[in-house]
Protein backbone atom coordinates (compact mmCIF):
# COMPACT_ATOMS: atom_id res chain seq x y z
CA UNK A 1 0.00 0.00 0.00
CA UNK A 2 1.89 3.64 -1.06
CA UNK A 3 2.42 5.61 1.47
CA UNK A 4 -0.67 8.49 2.17
CA UNK A 5 1.35 11.29 4.07
CA UNK A 6 0.25 10.35 7.50
CA UNK A 7 2.36 8.78 10.23
CA UNK A 8 0.39 7.13 12.98
CA UNK A 9 -2.81 9.03 12.20
CA UNK A 10 -0.61 12.21 11.99
CA UNK A 11 -0.35 14.27 8.59
CA UNK A 12 2.74 14.57 7.25
CA UNK A 13 4.51 18.24 6.13
CA UNK A 14 6.21 17.72 2.77
CA UNK A 15 9.27 17.85 2.32
CA UNK A 16 9.12 21.68 1.15
CA UNK A 17 7.50 22.52 4.29
CA UNK A 18 10.24 20.69 6.39
CA UNK A 19 13.21 22.34 4.69
CA UNK A 20 11.73 25.83 5.47
CA UNK A 21 11.64 24.60 9.05
CA UNK A 22 14.79 23.60 9.21
CA UNK A 23 16.04 27.17 7.78
CA UNK A 24 14.53 29.17 10.50
CA UNK A 25 16.07 26.74 12.57
CA UNK A 26 19.38 27.91 11.45
CA UNK A 27 18.58 31.30 11.86
CA UNK A 28 18.07 32.62 8.27
CA UNK A 29 15.69 35.60 7.93
CA UNK A 30 15.97 36.12 4.10
CA UNK A 31 15.93 33.74 0.59
CA UNK A 32 17.01 36.06 -2.75
CA UNK A 33 15.41 33.90 -5.68
CA UNK A 34 13.26 33.44 -8.11
CA UNK A 35 10.53 30.57 -8.21
CA UNK A 36 9.72 28.32 -11.08
CA UNK A 37 7.51 25.65 -12.10
CA UNK A 38 9.77 22.97 -10.08
CA UNK A 39 9.77 24.57 -6.37
CA UNK A 40 6.78 25.66 -6.48
CA UNK A 41 6.01 24.10 -2.88
CA UNK A 42 9.10 25.62 -1.59
CA UNK A 43 8.02 29.52 -2.64
CA UNK A 44 4.60 28.58 -0.78
CA UNK A 45 6.47 27.07 2.34
CA UNK A 46 8.23 30.47 2.49
CA UNK A 47 5.70 32.86 1.92
CA UNK A 48 3.97 31.05 5.17
CA UNK A 49 6.92 30.92 7.23
CA UNK A 50 8.80 33.68 9.32
CA UNK A 51 11.58 33.97 6.22
CA UNK A 52 11.63 37.33 4.28
CA UNK A 53 11.73 35.60 0.26
CA UNK A 54 13.06 38.87 -1.27
CA UNK A 55 12.24 38.17 -5.05
CA UNK A 56 15.19 39.44 -7.34
CA UNK A 57 15.55 40.05 -11.20
CA UNK A 58 18.25 37.60 -11.64
CA UNK A 59 19.49 34.66 -9.92
CA UNK A 60 23.04 36.37 -10.61
CA UNK A 61 21.64 38.98 -8.01
CA UNK A 62 20.58 37.10 -5.88
CA UNK A 63 23.20 35.19 -5.36
CA UNK A 64 25.29 38.31 -4.51
CA UNK A 65 23.04 39.50 -2.27
CA UNK A 66 23.60 36.35 -0.51
CA UNK A 67 26.83 36.22 -0.40
CA UNK A 68 27.10 40.45 0.88
CA UNK A 69 24.57 39.00 3.35
CA UNK A 70 26.78 36.38 4.94
CA UNK A 71 29.89 38.21 4.97
CA UNK A 72 28.61 40.89 6.61
CA UNK A 73 26.75 38.52 9.42
CA UNK A 74 28.97 35.63 9.68
CA UNK A 75 25.79 33.64 8.96
CA UNK A 76 25.44 31.64 5.63
CA UNK A 77 23.18 33.70 3.12
CA UNK A 78 20.66 31.86 1.59
CA UNK A 79 19.70 32.21 -1.90
CA UNK A 80 17.15 29.73 -4.26
CA UNK A 81 16.46 29.35 -8.28
CA UNK A 82 14.42 26.62 -10.15
CA UNK A 83 16.27 24.09 -12.32
CA UNK A 84 18.43 24.21 -15.30
CA UNK A 85 19.03 27.50 -16.53
CA UNK A 86 17.66 29.08 -13.08
CA UNK A 87 20.21 27.30 -11.04
CA UNK A 88 22.84 27.92 -13.58
CA UNK A 89 22.61 31.57 -12.74
CA UNK A 90 23.05 31.40 -9.25
CA UNK A 91 27.09 29.75 -9.93
CA UNK A 92 28.65 32.96 -10.39
CA UNK A 93 27.73 34.73 -6.72
CA UNK A 94 28.27 30.42 -5.23
CA UNK A 95 31.76 30.85 -6.92
CA UNK A 96 32.24 34.17 -5.78
CA UNK A 97 31.83 33.49 -2.17
CA UNK A 98 34.14 30.29 -1.79
CA UNK A 99 36.38 32.36 -3.73
CA UNK A 100 36.17 35.53 -0.45
CA UNK A 101 35.45 32.77 1.81
CA UNK A 102 31.56 33.85 2.77
CA UNK A 103 29.23 31.78 4.21
CA UNK A 104 26.62 30.99 1.63
CA UNK A 105 23.60 28.62 0.74
CA UNK A 106 21.95 27.77 -2.71
CA UNK A 107 19.57 25.85 -3.38
CA UNK A 108 17.62 25.05 -6.54
CA UNK A 109 15.16 22.78 -7.63
CA UNK A 110 16.20 19.92 -9.97
CA UNK A 111 13.77 17.28 -12.27
CA UNK A 112 12.16 14.64 -10.58
CA UNK A 113 14.34 11.45 -9.65
CA UNK A 114 12.14 9.30 -11.71
CA UNK A 115 13.71 11.12 -15.12
CA UNK A 116 17.01 12.10 -13.73
CA UNK A 117 18.22 8.52 -15.54
CA UNK A 118 17.83 9.90 -18.96
CA UNK A 119 17.98 13.04 -20.89
CA UNK A 120 14.89 15.31 -19.79
CA UNK A 121 13.84 18.77 -20.71
CA UNK A 122 15.43 21.60 -18.28
CA UNK A 123 17.72 18.78 -16.91
CA UNK A 124 21.25 18.93 -16.51
CA UNK A 125 23.48 17.34 -13.82
CA UNK A 126 23.57 20.38 -11.40
CA UNK A 127 26.18 18.92 -8.39
CA UNK A 128 29.26 18.31 -10.38
CA UNK A 129 28.32 21.41 -11.69
CA UNK A 130 28.54 23.16 -8.35
CA UNK A 131 31.17 20.95 -7.31
CA UNK A 132 34.38 22.47 -8.20
CA UNK A 133 33.00 26.37 -6.97
CA UNK A 134 31.77 24.95 -3.01
CA UNK A 135 32.57 23.13 0.09
CA UNK A 136 30.07 20.64 -0.58
CA UNK A 137 27.47 19.80 -2.99
CA UNK A 138 24.46 17.64 -3.25
CA UNK A 139 20.94 15.94 -4.10
CA UNK A 140 18.33 15.44 -1.75
CA UNK A 141 17.36 12.10 -2.64
CA UNK A 142 14.51 11.44 0.16
CA UNK A 143 12.55 13.81 2.38
CA UNK A 144 13.81 11.77 5.37
CA UNK A 145 17.40 13.10 4.41
CA UNK A 146 16.02 16.86 5.09
CA UNK A 147 17.36 17.64 8.14
CA UNK A 148 20.90 16.27 8.26
CA UNK A 149 21.12 17.59 4.68
CA UNK A 150 20.38 21.36 5.66
CA UNK A 151 22.60 21.44 9.13
CA UNK A 152 25.74 19.84 7.27
CA UNK A 153 24.98 22.49 4.59
CA UNK A 154 25.02 25.37 7.40
CA UNK A 155 27.83 23.78 9.27
CA UNK A 156 29.97 23.20 6.19
CA UNK A 157 29.23 26.96 4.82
CA UNK A 158 29.95 28.36 7.71
CA UNK A 159 33.30 26.45 9.43
CA UNK A 160 36.66 28.04 8.93
CA UNK A 161 37.63 28.32 5.87
CA UNK A 162 34.31 29.68 4.93
CA UNK A 163 32.24 29.05 1.76
CA UNK A 164 29.37 28.20 -0.44
CA UNK A 165 27.41 25.35 -0.12
CA UNK A 166 24.81 23.87 -2.97
CA UNK A 167 21.59 21.28 -2.21
CA UNK A 168 19.83 20.23 -5.26
CA UNK A 169 16.23 19.53 -4.50
CA UNK A 170 13.99 17.34 -6.89
CA UNK A 171 10.72 18.04 -8.10
CA UNK A 172 8.82 15.15 -6.49
CA UNK A 173 11.22 15.46 -3.10
CA UNK A 174 10.17 18.36 -2.54
CA UNK A 175 6.45 17.43 -2.55
CA UNK A 176 6.80 14.34 -0.96
CA UNK A 177 6.43 13.62 2.82
CA UNK A 178 9.23 11.93 5.18
CA UNK A 179 8.13 8.59 6.68
CA UNK A 180 8.16 10.27 9.88
CA UNK A 181 7.56 13.12 11.78
CA UNK A 182 10.95 14.84 11.35
CA UNK A 183 12.10 18.26 13.16
CA UNK A 184 15.68 20.37 12.27
CA UNK A 185 18.62 19.62 14.13
CA UNK A 186 19.72 21.39 16.81
CA UNK A 187 22.66 23.70 15.60
CA UNK A 188 26.42 23.00 16.60
CA UNK A 189 29.21 26.04 16.35
CA UNK A 190 32.53 25.00 15.84
CA UNK A 191 34.82 27.29 18.18
CA UNK A 192 38.77 28.36 17.79
CA UNK A 193 40.83 26.18 20.20
CA UNK A 194 43.37 28.58 21.85
CA UNK A 195 46.72 28.80 20.16
CA UNK A 196 49.52 25.86 20.92
CA UNK A 197 51.97 27.79 23.85
CA UNK A 198 55.17 26.02 21.95
CA UNK A 199 54.05 27.30 18.58
CA UNK A 200 53.43 30.74 20.24
CA UNK A 201 57.03 30.66 21.79
CA UNK A 202 58.53 29.86 18.45
CA UNK A 203 56.79 32.69 16.44
CA UNK A 204 58.14 34.83 19.23
CA UNK A 205 61.61 33.75 19.29
CA UNK A 206 61.63 34.38 14.90
CA UNK A 207 59.78 37.87 15.96
CA UNK A 208 62.10 39.00 18.42
CA UNK A 209 65.35 38.34 15.70
CA UNK A 210 63.48 40.20 13.08
CA UNK A 211 65.33 42.81 11.49
CA UNK A 212 62.38 44.85 9.70
CA UNK A 213 59.03 42.93 10.65
CA UNK A 214 56.42 43.74 9.28
CA UNK A 215 52.07 42.45 9.28
CA UNK A 216 50.04 41.51 6.30
CA UNK A 217 46.09 41.02 7.66
CA UNK A 218 43.72 39.01 5.41
CA UNK A 219 39.91 39.21 5.89
CA UNK A 220 40.41 35.84 7.93
CA UNK A 221 41.12 38.57 10.86
CA UNK A 222 37.91 40.10 10.72
CA UNK A 223 36.22 36.81 10.48
CA UNK A 224 37.89 35.92 13.88
CA UNK A 225 37.14 39.01 15.57
CA UNK A 226 40.60 39.80 16.09
CA UNK A 227 41.09 43.38 15.19
CA UNK A 228 41.28 45.06 17.88
CA UNK A 229 43.72 42.87 19.10
CA UNK A 230 45.58 43.41 15.93
CA UNK A 231 45.87 46.87 16.62
CA UNK A 232 47.26 46.14 20.21
CA UNK A 233 50.21 44.02 18.84
CA UNK A 234 51.12 46.86 16.04
CA UNK A 235 51.13 49.37 19.20
CA UNK A 236 52.95 47.30 21.65
CA UNK A 237 55.60 46.39 19.11
CA UNK A 238 55.89 48.82 16.58
CA UNK A 239 55.45 47.07 13.81
CA UNK A 240 53.94 48.45 10.64
CA UNK A 241 50.62 46.52 9.00
CA UNK A 242 49.37 46.38 5.53
CA UNK A 243 45.70 44.66 4.84
CA UNK A 244 44.85 42.67 1.43
CA UNK A 245 42.07 44.55 -0.44
CA UNK A 246 39.78 41.83 1.30
CA UNK A 247 41.23 42.79 4.94
CA UNK A 248 40.30 46.13 4.42
CA UNK A 249 39.25 48.18 8.18
CA UNK A 250 40.25 45.31 9.74
CA UNK A 251 43.45 47.41 11.31
CA UNK A 252 41.85 51.03 10.81
CA UNK A 253 43.75 53.37 8.21
CA UNK A 254 44.25 56.29 10.92
CA UNK A 255 46.27 54.11 13.35
CA UNK A 256 49.80 55.41 13.50
CA UNK A 257 51.04 51.82 12.34
CA UNK A 258 48.96 51.71 9.04
CA UNK A 259 50.20 51.06 5.71
CA UNK A 260 46.91 51.28 3.81
CA UNK A 261 45.94 48.00 1.51
CA UNK A 262 48.43 45.80 -1.15
CA UNK A 263 46.47 44.39 -4.30
CA UNK A 264 47.07 46.41 -7.05
CA UNK A 265 48.91 44.51 -10.29
CA UNK A 266 51.70 46.50 -9.48
CA UNK A 267 54.09 47.55 -7.13
CA UNK A 268 52.23 50.22 -4.87
CA UNK A 269 53.13 52.26 -1.88
CA UNK A 270 52.38 49.36 0.84
CA UNK A 271 55.00 46.80 -0.93
CA UNK A 272 58.15 49.09 -0.08
CA UNK A 273 56.94 48.36 3.10
CA UNK A 274 57.53 44.55 2.06
CA UNK A 275 60.52 45.07 -0.03
CA UNK A 276 62.60 45.99 3.19
CA UNK A 277 61.22 43.30 5.32
CA UNK A 278 62.40 39.77 6.57
CA UNK A 279 59.89 38.63 8.58
CA UNK A 280 56.30 38.46 7.70
CA UNK A 281 53.50 37.73 10.13
CA UNK A 282 50.92 37.11 8.14
CA UNK A 283 47.35 37.34 10.16
CA UNK A 284 44.32 35.66 9.12
CA UNK A 285 45.50 35.85 5.30
CA UNK A 286 44.82 33.11 2.33
CA UNK A 287 46.74 33.19 -0.60
CA UNK A 288 44.02 33.73 -3.02
CA UNK A 289 43.35 37.12 -1.55
CA UNK A 290 46.56 38.54 -2.69
CA UNK A 291 49.30 36.78 -4.67
CA UNK A 292 52.51 36.34 -1.90
CA UNK A 293 55.04 36.57 -4.89
CA UNK A 294 54.43 40.33 -4.92
CA UNK A 295 55.47 40.36 -1.58
CA UNK A 296 57.73 37.99 -1.20
CA UNK A 297 59.54 37.47 -4.79
CA UNK A 298 62.78 35.30 -3.45
CA UNK A 299 61.16 32.97 -1.29
CA UNK A 300 63.11 34.38 1.30
CA UNK A 301 61.09 36.09 3.97
CA UNK A 302 60.50 34.07 6.99
CA UNK A 303 56.16 33.99 7.17
CA UNK A 304 54.61 33.70 10.81
CA UNK A 305 50.93 32.41 9.75
CA UNK A 306 48.55 32.87 12.23
CA UNK A 307 45.27 31.65 11.01
CA UNK A 308 42.01 29.14 12.09
CA UNK A 309 43.74 26.52 9.75
CA UNK A 310 47.34 25.70 7.84
CA UNK A 311 48.24 27.34 5.02
CA UNK A 312 48.16 26.98 1.42
CA UNK A 313 51.11 25.56 -0.08
CA UNK A 314 53.66 28.23 -2.03
CA UNK A 315 57.06 28.25 -2.81
CA UNK A 316 56.70 32.29 -1.94
CA UNK A 317 55.15 31.54 1.29
CA UNK A 318 57.40 29.22 3.22
CA UNK A 319 56.09 29.18 6.70
CA UNK A 320 58.66 28.92 9.24
CA UNK A 321 55.97 28.98 12.06
CA UNK A 322 51.88 28.11 11.81
CA UNK A 323 50.43 28.82 14.94
CA UNK A 324 46.76 27.59 13.80
CA UNK A 325 44.00 28.69 16.51
CA UNK A 326 42.08 31.89 17.57
CA UNK A 327 43.23 34.40 15.87
CA UNK A 328 43.36 37.20 18.75
CA UNK A 329 44.41 35.36 21.62
CA UNK A 330 47.57 34.22 19.42
CA UNK A 331 48.51 38.05 18.66
CA UNK A 332 47.73 38.76 22.17
CA UNK A 333 49.88 35.87 23.22
CA UNK A 334 52.59 36.92 20.60
CA UNK A 335 52.68 40.01 21.53
CA UNK A 336 53.74 39.53 25.62
CA UNK A 337 56.13 36.89 23.95
CA UNK A 338 58.21 39.31 22.50
CA UNK A 339 60.51 41.08 24.35
CA UNK A 340 60.90 44.30 22.13
CA UNK A 341 60.16 47.06 20.29
CA UNK A 342 60.70 47.83 16.94
CA UNK A 343 61.90 51.13 15.54
CA UNK A 344 61.35 51.35 12.32
CA UNK A 345 57.47 50.44 12.28
CA UNK A 346 56.33 54.19 12.77
CA UNK A 347 58.77 55.58 10.21
CA UNK A 348 58.06 53.13 7.38
CA UNK A 349 54.44 53.78 7.82
CA UNK A 350 54.85 57.42 8.43
CA UNK A 351 56.10 57.64 4.60
CA UNK A 352 53.75 55.47 2.78
CA UNK A 353 50.67 57.09 4.60
CA UNK A 354 52.36 60.26 3.57
CA UNK A 355 52.54 59.18 -0.40
CA UNK A 356 48.73 58.04 0.13
CA UNK A 357 47.41 60.88 1.22
CA UNK A 358 49.32 63.32 -1.07
CA UNK A 359 46.93 61.62 -3.70
CA UNK A 360 44.13 62.33 -1.84
CA UNK A 361 44.78 66.16 -1.48
CA UNK A 362 45.43 65.89 -4.98
CA UNK A 363 41.81 64.51 -5.62
CA UNK A 364 40.26 67.12 -2.76
CA UNK A 365 41.77 70.34 -4.79
CA UNK A 366 41.41 68.89 -8.21
CA UNK A 367 38.70 70.97 -10.39
CA UNK A 368 38.97 69.10 -13.78
CA UNK A 369 35.94 67.43 -14.85
CA UNK A 370 35.24 64.77 -16.16
CA UNK A 371 36.69 64.45 -12.18
CA UNK A 372 39.50 62.41 -11.96
CA UNK A 373 39.19 59.02 -9.48
CA UNK A 374 41.19 60.56 -6.37
CA UNK A 375 38.45 63.34 -6.63
CA UNK A 376 35.88 60.80 -6.12
CA UNK A 377 37.55 58.82 -3.60
CA UNK A 378 38.16 61.60 -1.61
CA UNK A 379 34.34 62.95 -1.61
CA UNK A 380 33.00 58.85 -1.28
CA UNK A 381 35.16 59.40 2.38
CA UNK A 382 33.69 62.52 3.64
CA UNK A 383 30.32 61.75 3.19
CA UNK A 384 30.48 58.57 4.76
CA UNK A 385 30.45 57.96 8.29
CA UNK A 386 33.15 55.69 9.87
CA UNK A 387 30.74 52.50 10.52
CA UNK A 388 28.59 53.08 6.24
CA UNK A 389 29.34 50.61 4.39
CA UNK A 390 30.83 51.06 0.85
CA UNK A 391 31.01 48.18 -1.98
CA UNK A 392 33.50 49.37 -4.71
CA UNK A 393 33.00 47.21 -8.11
CA UNK A 394 35.56 45.10 -9.78
CA UNK A 395 36.67 47.43 -12.46
CA UNK A 396 39.34 50.92 -11.97
CA UNK A 397 36.75 52.01 -9.22
CA UNK A 398 37.82 48.88 -7.53
CA UNK A 399 42.03 50.03 -8.28
CA UNK A 400 41.08 53.61 -6.96
CA UNK A 401 38.69 52.71 -3.94
CA UNK A 402 41.08 49.51 -2.55
CA UNK A 403 44.09 51.92 -2.89
CA UNK A 404 42.95 54.76 -1.28
CA UNK A 405 39.59 54.92 0.50
CA UNK A 406 40.68 54.96 4.43
CA UNK A 407 38.68 52.39 6.10
CA UNK A 408 38.50 52.51 9.91
CA UNK A 409 36.66 49.08 10.69
CA UNK A 410 36.18 45.68 9.53
CA UNK A 411 33.73 44.75 6.61
CA UNK A 412 32.88 48.77 5.79
CA UNK A 413 34.74 48.50 2.41
CA UNK A 414 33.26 45.61 0.45
CA UNK A 415 34.90 43.84 -2.49
CA UNK A 416 35.45 41.04 -4.86
CA UNK A 417 39.01 40.91 -4.23
CA UNK A 418 39.45 37.21 -5.02
CA UNK A 419 37.39 36.35 -7.65
CA UNK A 420 37.60 39.87 -8.33
CA UNK A 421 33.66 39.39 -10.00
CA UNK A 422 32.18 42.39 -12.37
CA UNK A 423 28.82 43.44 -11.27
CA UNK A 424 28.32 42.60 -7.99
CA UNK A 425 28.07 45.73 -6.19
CA UNK A 426 24.94 46.47 -6.69
CA UNK A 427 22.75 43.30 -5.72
CA UNK A 428 25.31 42.73 -3.15
CA UNK A 429 24.41 46.50 -1.19
CA UNK A 430 20.91 45.33 -1.43
CA UNK A 431 22.57 42.02 1.13
CA UNK A 432 24.46 44.58 3.12
CA UNK A 433 21.57 46.94 3.76
CA UNK A 434 19.78 43.94 4.91
CA UNK A 435 22.53 42.68 6.85
CA UNK A 436 22.77 46.40 8.02
CA UNK A 437 20.10 48.31 8.77
CA UNK A 438 21.67 50.63 10.73
CA UNK A 439 24.42 51.85 8.56
CA UNK A 440 24.05 53.43 5.45
CA UNK A 441 25.20 51.45 2.18
CA UNK A 442 26.87 53.25 -0.95
CA UNK A 443 27.92 50.80 -3.84
CA UNK A 444 30.36 52.37 -6.18
CA UNK A 445 30.10 50.90 -9.82
CA UNK A 446 31.66 51.49 -12.96
CA UNK A 447 29.06 52.19 -16.14
CA UNK A 448 30.17 48.67 -17.46
CA UNK A 449 29.10 47.04 -14.02
CA UNK A 450 26.40 48.67 -13.71
CA UNK A 451 24.12 47.52 -16.55
CA UNK A 452 25.25 44.11 -15.87
CA UNK A 453 23.10 43.97 -13.01
CA UNK A 454 20.67 47.41 -12.78
CA UNK A 455 17.66 45.19 -13.02
CA UNK A 456 18.15 45.07 -8.83
CA UNK A 457 17.03 48.31 -8.61
CA UNK A 458 13.76 47.65 -9.11
CA UNK A 459 14.18 44.54 -6.32
CA UNK A 460 15.17 47.45 -4.20
CA UNK A 461 12.90 49.99 -4.70
CA UNK A 462 10.01 47.29 -4.49
CA UNK A 463 11.36 45.91 -1.36
CA UNK A 464 12.25 49.38 0.10
CA UNK A 465 15.52 49.08 1.09
CA UNK A 466 17.65 52.14 0.72
CA UNK A 467 20.94 52.36 -1.01
CA UNK A 468 23.06 54.72 -2.89
CA UNK A 469 24.38 53.77 -6.16
CA UNK A 470 27.45 55.81 -7.72
CA UNK A 471 27.93 55.49 -11.26
CA UNK A 472 31.73 56.32 -13.17
CA UNK A 473 30.77 56.78 -16.34
CA UNK A 474 33.59 56.44 -19.32
CA UNK A 475 31.82 54.81 -21.59
CA UNK A 476 34.34 51.73 -21.45
CA UNK A 477 35.30 49.37 -19.65
CA UNK A 478 38.73 51.41 -18.25
CA UNK A 479 41.03 48.46 -16.02
CA UNK A 480 41.02 46.99 -19.48
CA UNK A 481 41.66 49.93 -21.36
CA UNK A 482 44.81 50.84 -18.68
CA UNK A 483 46.14 46.68 -19.51
CA UNK A 484 45.97 46.93 -22.78
CA UNK A 485 47.83 50.16 -22.65
CA UNK A 486 50.49 48.74 -20.49
CA UNK A 487 50.80 45.21 -22.49
CA UNK A 488 50.02 46.10 -26.04
CA UNK A 489 50.58 49.91 -26.11
CA UNK A 490 46.80 50.95 -27.61
CA UNK A 491 43.09 49.66 -26.39
CA UNK A 492 41.15 47.24 -28.36
CA UNK A 493 37.24 46.92 -28.44
CA UNK A 494 36.68 48.44 -25.32
CA UNK A 495 34.11 51.45 -25.98
CA UNK A 496 30.87 51.20 -25.70
CA UNK A 497 27.30 53.23 -25.30
CA UNK A 498 25.49 54.18 -22.18
CA UNK A 499 21.46 55.02 -21.82
CA UNK A 500 20.41 57.92 -20.06
CA UNK A 501 21.11 56.82 -16.58
CA UNK A 502 19.46 58.67 -14.50
CA UNK A 503 16.31 58.24 -16.81
CA UNK A 504 17.08 54.65 -16.45
CA UNK A 505 17.33 55.03 -12.59
CA UNK A 506 14.04 57.15 -12.46
CA UNK A 507 12.46 54.08 -14.50
CA UNK A 508 12.93 52.04 -11.64
CA UNK A 509 11.25 54.11 -9.34
CA UNK A 510 14.43 55.09 -7.88
CA UNK A 511 15.53 58.53 -7.60
CA UNK A 512 18.73 60.05 -10.09
CA UNK A 513 21.00 62.74 -9.37
CA UNK A 514 23.81 64.02 -12.00
CA UNK A 515 26.95 65.63 -11.54
CA UNK A 516 27.55 68.35 -13.75
CA UNK A 517 30.88 70.08 -12.50
CA UNK A 518 33.38 68.52 -9.84
CA UNK A 519 31.95 70.54 -6.82
CA UNK A 520 28.75 68.73 -7.37
CA UNK A 521 29.73 65.06 -6.19
CA UNK A 522 29.64 65.74 -2.43
CA UNK A 523 26.85 67.46 -2.36
CA UNK A 524 25.04 65.18 -4.60
CA UNK A 525 26.66 62.04 -2.26
CA UNK A 526 25.15 64.10 0.99
CA UNK A 527 21.51 64.75 -0.50
CA UNK A 528 21.47 61.14 -1.61
CA UNK A 529 22.84 59.14 1.33
CA UNK A 530 20.15 61.44 3.15
CA UNK A 531 16.92 60.71 1.38
CA UNK A 532 16.71 57.14 2.76
CA UNK A 533 15.26 56.01 -0.34
CA UNK A 534 17.05 54.54 -3.51
CA UNK A 535 19.24 56.74 -5.59
CA UNK A 536 21.67 56.32 -8.58
CA UNK A 537 24.45 59.18 -9.03
CA UNK A 538 25.68 59.30 -12.21
CA UNK A 539 29.43 60.50 -12.41
CA UNK A 540 31.42 61.41 -15.30
CA UNK A 541 34.94 60.16 -14.34
CA UNK A 542 38.10 60.66 -16.47
CA UNK A 543 40.55 57.36 -16.43
CA UNK A 544 43.24 58.75 -17.85
CA UNK A 545 44.95 59.07 -13.92
CA UNK A 546 45.39 55.04 -14.33
CA UNK A 547 48.41 55.27 -16.66
CA UNK A 548 49.40 58.19 -14.83
CA UNK A 549 49.45 55.83 -12.12
CA UNK A 550 51.83 53.32 -13.24
CA UNK A 551 54.02 55.57 -14.55
CA UNK A 552 54.09 57.26 -10.91
CA UNK A 553 54.47 54.13 -8.83
CA UNK A 554 57.39 52.44 -11.79
CA UNK A 555 59.35 55.81 -10.90
CA UNK A 556 58.97 55.35 -7.22
CA UNK A 557 59.62 51.57 -7.08
CA UNK A 558 64.02 50.67 -6.96
CA UNK A 559 64.27 47.34 -5.81
CA UNK A 560 66.24 46.98 -2.93
Known amino acids: MPFDGQYGGIELENAACLLVRCLEA ?61 AVNLLLGTADATANSTPLVAIAAQGALSRMHKESHRVIDLVPMFAPVTKWAARVNTPDAVPETVRKAFNTAQTE ?37 ALVARAAEALTNARHP ?45 LGAVGLMRHDYASFGFDEAD ?45 VGDIAQALDALSVAVP ?48 DVVLADTGADKMWMARLYPAYEPDTCLLSSCLSTTGFALPGAIGAKLARPDQRVLAVVGDGSF ?7 E ?3 RERIP ?52 ADLLPSLRRALAEDAVSVIACPVDYTENLRLSDRLGALYSPI
Not at 75 to 84: D, F, I, M, N, Q
Not at 349 to 360: F, V
Open 26 to 86: EGVDYVFGIPGDENVRLADALANSSIRYVLVRHEQGASFMAEMYGRLTGRAGVCSATLGPG
Open 161 to 197: RPGAVFLAVPEDVEGACPTNSLDPLPQNTVRADPPSP
Open 214 to 258: MVLAGHGAARGGASAALVLFARRLNVPVATTFHGKGVFPDDDPNA
Open 279 to 323: VLVCVGYELQEFDPERINPHGNKRIIHLHRFPAEVDAHYPVAVGV
Open 340 to 387: RRFEHGTTAAERIRALLADELAYGRESEAFPLVPQRVVADVREALERD
Open 451 to 457: LMNSQEL
Open 459 to 461: TAV
Open 467 to 518: LVVLVLVDGEYGLINRRMELELGRPSRIGFANSDLVAHAESFGARGHRVDTA
